[in-house]
């Protein structure tokens, strides 16, 4: 199984700060990856499709980077309705596997 | 607007099947994949298997062979059967669905509301 590596785990930020979320692949997936957001009690909600490219009605402030390996979810500017929990997934090989998770908290 | 609509029981006993049904609008199943994934509660997801654009059904090795997805196409439904489950398989099932990608799909773009399942004695 490819082994997904999210990082950090957790992190407090504040309104406006810019958050930067990696994911990184025990082997190359080439940028087969998508990055999705959950708040409690609710289906994951997918921000951003092969690596770089934005889900429709995803706010612009969110993006998405990289290749192969490594890749990184940004928030530019963060909003109060961004404090969630944010998974990265591989869909290059089966089993499909999902990064452990980043919980976004409010400083 | 692609809907997933999700049901089945809540409560098992250890060695029963759990049985989950999703209901597709808006979305051909000819020319898409469909969905497995679960999440134990307080946890990260996990990946139970899918059935692709091409027929192919595939499962997570994690399952040991217990699971069953199964398409239904005059009644525009898709399913899911996890054999004698036990308490490890509590959670929240969620029916998704993912355009292709290639011979094989994409991230899942559309996902069902989710559905609890406890198994215990």
């Known amino acids: 199984d490819i082994q997904m590596t999210q990082s950090p785990s957790s992190l407090s930020a504040s309104v406006g700060d810019r958050v930067i979320i990696t994911c990184r692949a025990s082997?190359?997936?080439?940028?087969?990856l998508g990055w999705y957001q959950q708040t409690p009690g609710k289906a994951p909600k997918r921000l951003i499709y092969?690596?770089?490219n934005l889900q429709g009605g995803v706010p612009s402030r969110f993006s998405g980077s990289g290749s192969g390996t490594e890749f990184t979810l940004t928030i530019s500017s963060l909003q109060p309705e961004d404090f969630a929990t944010y998974y990265c997934?591989?869909?290059?090989?089966?089993?499909?596997?999902f990064g452990g998770g980043t919980k976004v908290e409010i400083k | 607007q692609v809907q997933l609509q999700q049901w089945g029981a809540g409560l098992l006993k250890p060695s029963e099947t759990l049985s989950l049904t999703c209901d597709v609008s808006?979305?051909?199943?000819?020319?898409?994949?469909w969905t497995w994934i679960r999440q134990p509660q307080g946890k990260g997801l996990e990946w139970i298997g899918e059935?692709?654009?091409?027929?192919?059904?595939d499962y997570n090795p994690s399952l040991k062979r217990r699971a069953t997805i199964s398409i239904d196409r005059s009644r525009g439904q898709f399913s899911l059967k996890v054999r004698s489950v036990t308490a490890a398989d509590t959670g929240v099932y969620y029916c998704?669905?993912?355009?292709?990608?290639?011979?094989?799909?994409?991230?899942?773009?559309?996902w069902g509301q989710g559905t609890t399942v406890t198994v215990s004695s």
């Open positions: 082997q190359g997936v080439r940028n087969d």
């Open positions: 059935i692709s654009h091409t027929g192919r059904a």
């Open positions: 998704a669905s993912a355009t292709p990608n290639g011979l094989g799909c994409s991230s899942p773009d559309v």
């Open positions: 808006y979305r051909s199943f000819r020319d898409n994949c």
């Open positions: 997934l591989q869909h290059n090989r089966n089993p499909l596997t």
């Open positions: 092969a690596s770089s």
